[in-house]
């Protein structure tokens, strides 16, 4: 999708407002806004309640402005052989207007035919409808089994993976939350739309088992019906092994144990009060180790072997750990059984 997109040209530019180029935009594109937030208000409301004369009048004298700023600015630096590829929201008077203003500086200038929306209906299209090219494996395992570290280093060693957690930038359960926040809904599937454009339909791809939400990111349909369909590398994991695992990966957990009070807090009603309280103890003594390994046992233990329930057919391979101390040894590992599943 993006790759053919933007071949030949040496930036993508949106020049759509800072707010809607924040919720999503092309892989690559660089935001120079021809109106930004405030003056893009201005003129829409100008439009309803005065004139739309009045509303491009405006309008001109503002995009005409910022473009200077911009040519003596982000641009400064371009030589004559610069070739940029242009769009706003529809490919429309904003990205026409800054075209025709770089194009006279004799610029090879190209706009995106139908803008970010046309971008957008393919993205939907891929992402609800696939196909998904390749075969996919899920690599499955209880919480706490490293799954995300182990696909990482597949990944590092040539195999074909596509990472949601790390689209969605969060890990996938109450103590998921990431620095930075998660993307937008919009944001995630055209990553994910372009990560599927570009498998090798001769290989497989590797996910990670997930619900069909990812923090506050929902799967879209032709993922979430590949995960449940797919078969399975199942990972067993000692309890107490995943649990020290995790003890070490949370760490910004660990250096904040007033979030983790307001997510045992979230977790009151799903739990008897007296489990809840000696969780809230060993957090407060700092067992991390102790606290990990109830959170797991009791928490999302059943949950997850709930829902692997629904979704694996018992077809795929498993592979047994007794500790994750060292993460190669268990990639080696997960990469023979993979193997297996291939023959």
Same mark, same amino acid.
């Given at each position: ?16 407002? !800072? ?32 004139? !739309? ?14 473009? *200077? ?107 998921? *939350?990431?620095?930075?926040?998660? !993307? ?8 994910? *739309? ?49 649990? *020290? ?99």
């Amino acid at each position: 999708m993006a790759g053919p997109l933007i071949e030949g040209f040496d930036d993508i530019i949106d020049v759509r407002a !800072p707010a809607e180029f924040a919720e999503d935009h092309l892989p690559g594109a660089i935001n120079l806004p021809v109106l930004n937030d405030e003056e893009r208000e201005r003129v829409g409301t100008i439009y309803k309640q005065v004139s !739309p004369f009045d509303a491009r009048k405006i309008g001109a004298a503002l995009v005409a402005a910022n473009a *200077a700023r911009h040519i003596a600015g982000a641009l400064a630096d371009r030589r004559g052989g610069w070739r940029p590829l242009i769009y706003c929201w529809r490919g429309g008077q904003r990205s026409g207007s800054f075209a025709t203003i770089l194009g006279q500086i004799g610029w090879r200038v190209s706009r995106i035919e139908g803008g970010y929306k046309s971008w957008r209906r393919l993205v939907v299209n891929r992402v609800q409808n696939g196909p998904i090219a390749s075969r996919v494996i899920v690599l499955d395992g209880n919480t706490g089994s490293a799954k995300t570290e182990i696909l990482n280093r597949l990944a590092a060693r040539g195999h074909q993976v596509i990472d949601l957690e790390g689209m969605a930038n969060h890990r996938g359960s109450l103590f998921g *939350a990431m620095p930075g926040g998660q !993307p937008s809904q919009k944001m995630f599937e055209g990553r994910l *739309a372009v990560a599927l454009e570009a498998l090798d339909p001769a290989r497989p791809v590797l996910v990670e088992a997930e619900s069909s939400r990812i923090g506050a990111i929902t799967v879209p349909k032709a993922m979430w019906q590949a995960i449940c369909t797919a078969p399975r590398l199942q990972m067993h994991v000692p309890v107490e092994a995943r649990a *020290a695992f995790t003890a070490r990966s949370y760490d910004d957990m660990v250096e904040d144990p007033t979030r983790v009070l307001r997510i045992l807090d979230m977790m009151s009603p799903l739990h008897p009060a007296d489990r809840i309280e000696e969780w809230r103890g060993m957090l407060q003594r700092r067992q991390w180790q102790a606290l990990s390994e109830g959170l797991l046992r009791d928490h999302y233990d059943p949950r997850y072997d709930k829902h692997r329930a629904r979704h694996d057919d018992g077809t795929g391979q498993a592979v047994r750990l007794s500790e994750l101390k060292d993460l190669d040894a268990a990639t080696g590992a997960v990469e023979d059984a993979l193997a297996q599943m291939r023959t």
